[in-house]
RNA sequence: GCGCCGAUAGUGUAGUGGUUAUCACUAGGCGUUGCCAACGCCUAAACCCGGGUUCAAGUCCCGGUCGGCGCACCA
């Protein structure tokens, strides 16, 4: 182990170096939250989000779907993005520092800041000072900041569209297209993983926080009361460190239990939330973040969606940023369906059949249309629909119709009490949700494995990666650059591409400094033809972290190295 | 966005306003080399961008961009 202060810029030094991320568009100046990944970091990304989908798609059964990065208008209006996603800014005249218009008036003693106009809100901080340079602050103007990138559809730029902040929408929107897909049964589940925009104000901390970013998104829909998860025994015995609100008011240190307690101790919403807790963690570590780094923290109530029944991070410790938020695992209630049903007019439910058709009374009123029509004309629809929910007695119903009362005598109408069959109900589900940052899963991917330690005397930088998400699986090397070496060397690599492998030849320069090369951008393992390989058809592999070697016969290689990088065997044990 | 600090080969760096911009590593070529950054020879490669001051700017000044830190922001 090392300790090392500045971690973060040796990774992004060797990152940068070695082709797995670096500033974006350099040659004309880069631009803040904006990174490229590099051939090393676009293999290792595109390992982690498979990692992802062995999980969600394969383990799960929630496929993925593929939705527009940009989206027209209404389906941010309905999400609350075009409202909520914005902030009221301000600039203070004398320091010219920007300021949130809300929380300067809530800081001045103003009360209902957060639903005030802009002109309203800019009169009511005027006599506020400023909390940067405490002038007062006068005469300024309160403008909307909205973190979405905005752009135009078509010619004219008629129609508005965003560029999406959360790949979530999309699923949602299809929430009717899903639900047929998945023959009309919940609980079922779609996937997303994808680019997402926010046009942060102050992009920083290298790739934790960017401007474009990839989002790995699961939407579950469940029945409103029906949150226990059928495969929950597979993680009811799962422990790990969670850091529940009261913990964290408390000042207390995180507690470590099973799953099945923290439900049944309500500390976790349901088993579903539990159950993608658990799948996170095991997920994590998979890919390589080590389990003293990792926590699970619930949100306090303040910072609870309001819509939300329960939501929990992922916090993956940095050196250099404290603990990250990873992944978000929430619980959206209904929140989100019912938003887009009322904006388009689709009802977004589900018909739940009960066991039994019920039978229920119910008590119609049938109008005698021909008189009513006659006597009301325009007015008559507005009459029907009120004599249908009136409560009549023998005398007649008296009825309201904008404001006027009517009396509508018994003659006028029928009263049937009928019996009717209803085979079920129409349900809102609830969406679980888990949304992992992917940038973020790298960055840590990346922070984790670097290690130095010394070899011969001299520094050596290996990048501690798991196998399974190392760019690089294996390098092969010919010990000598001749004697046929090098063509058993080339025959070699070709049979491990042929199976799928990543594997990299090298002959170039000491055979030392080759693995030393590899070590630096975590290429697990390395095979070396020497003389003895031709003698005995033997060659020897070498494990980057013990950097010991064995001997194995060529025609074990290729089962052997699938095996050490999808984690079936360990090299200690060959 | 504000404030402070910084920016020189791929990386890390030296560089008092005045020669052909220093050194190391790395990378490429050739040779050598029987397992952990070996060696020899050769080669390639940089003053962030735009203004200004000056006879002369990598160096001083101003603006911008990017990066780091603090503040603010982070549905």
């Known amino acids: ?23 974006t568009s350099e040659c004309y100046g880069a631009v803040a939250g904006f990174i490229d990944y590099g051939p090393l970091g676009a293999m290792m990304k595109r390992r982690v989000e498979n990692i992802w989908r062995d999980f969600y798609v394969i383990g799960e059964g929630y496929y993925e779907i593929e939705c527009p990065t940009i989206g027209q208008e209404a389906v941010f209006v309905a999400s609350g993005h075009v409202k909520g996603f914005s902030d009221k800014m301000c600039q203070c005249p004398h320091c010219h520092e920007y300021l949130r218009a809300d929380h300067v008036a809530e800081g001045g003693g ?28 006068g005469k300024v103007e309160v403008f909307a900041f909205n973190l979405m990138f905005k752009t135009s559809i078509g010619p004219g730029s008629q129609r508005a569209g965003y560029l999406r902040p959360e790949t979530a929408q999309g699923m949602f929107v299809d929430f009717g297209r899903l639900l047929r897909f998945y023959r009309d049964h919940l609980p079922f589940g779609a996937v997303q993983i994808g680019k997402s925009y926010r046009n942060e104000i102050s992009p920083r901390q290298g790739m934790i926080r960017l401007r474009e970013f990839t989002q790995a998104e699961a939407e579950i829909f469940v029945h409103p009361d029906e949150k226990d998860h059928p495969q929950f ?19 207390e240190p995180a507690v470590t239990m099973t799953m099945r307690e923290a439900v049944d101790r309500d500390l976790i919403a349901n088993e579903y939330v539990a159950y993608y807790l658990a799948l996170t963690h095991e997920m994590l570590i998979k890919i390589g973040v080590k389990a003293d780094r990792l926590r699970f923290r619930q949100h306090l109530s303040d910072e609870l969606a309001h ?14 940023f404290g603990w990250v938020e990873t992944v978000g695992i929430a619980d959206r209630t209904d929140y989100d369906l019912k938003s887009h049903a009322g904006q388009s007019g689709t009802p977004m ?37 009120a004599l249908a929910q009136a409560t009549p007695d023998e005398k007649g119903a008296d009825i309201e119709v ?30 679980i949700e888990p949304s992992y940052g992917i940038d973020r899963m790298c960055y840590a991917v990346l922070e984790q494995a670097y290690d130095e330690d010394t070899a011969d005397g001299e520094t050596r930088t290996v990048l501690r990666l798991a196998p399974c998400v190392a760019p690089i699986q294996v390098a092969v090397f010919p010990l000598m650059n001749r004697d046929g070496l090098d063509t058993i060397a080339a025959e070699i690599t070709q049979t491990l591409k042929a199976r799928g492998m990543m594997a990299e030849y090298d002959d170039s320069s000491a055979i030392g400094r080759r693995y030393r090369r590899q070590d630096e951008i975590g290429t697990p393992f390395a095979i070396t033809i020497d003389y003895q390989t031709k003698d005995d058809n033997s060659v020897t592999v070498r494990d980057r972290d013990s950097m010991k ?16 990088v999808n984690g079936s065997a360990e090299f200690s044990a060959l």
């Open 1 to 23: 182990m090392i300790t090392m202060s500045d971690v973060f810029e040796k990774v992004m030094d060797l990152a940068k170096r070695r082709g797995f991320i670096w500033p």
């Open 110 to 137: 103003v009360e209902g800041a957060a639903t005030m106009g802009n002109e309203e809100l800019a009169a009511a901080i005027a006599p506020c000072t400023c909390p940067a340079c405490e002038e007062k602050l």
């Open 233 to 251: 025994s597979r993680y009811a015995g799962y422990t790990m460190p969670l850091l529940t609100s009261a913990q964290q008011l408390g000042k």
């Open 307 to 320: 819509y939300a029944a329960d939501c929990w991070d992922a916090e993956v410790y940095s050196d250099r």
């Open 349 to 385: 439910t589900v018909f739940i059949q009960y066991d039994q058709p019920k039978k229920v009374k119910r008590r119609r009123i049938v109008p005698n249309m021909s008189v009513l029509g006659k006597q009301y004309r325009n007015k008559a629809k507005a009459v029907f629909e």
């Open 402 to 431: 904008d404001g006027e009362k009517i009396h509508i005598p018994p003659n006028l109408f029928e009263v049937r009490d009928e019996v009717i069959e209803v085979r079920g109900d129409e349900v809102i589900p609830h969406v």
């Open 549 to 564: 070697q064995v001997r194995i016969a060529i025609d074990k290689i290729p089962d052997t190295i699938c095996s050490l």
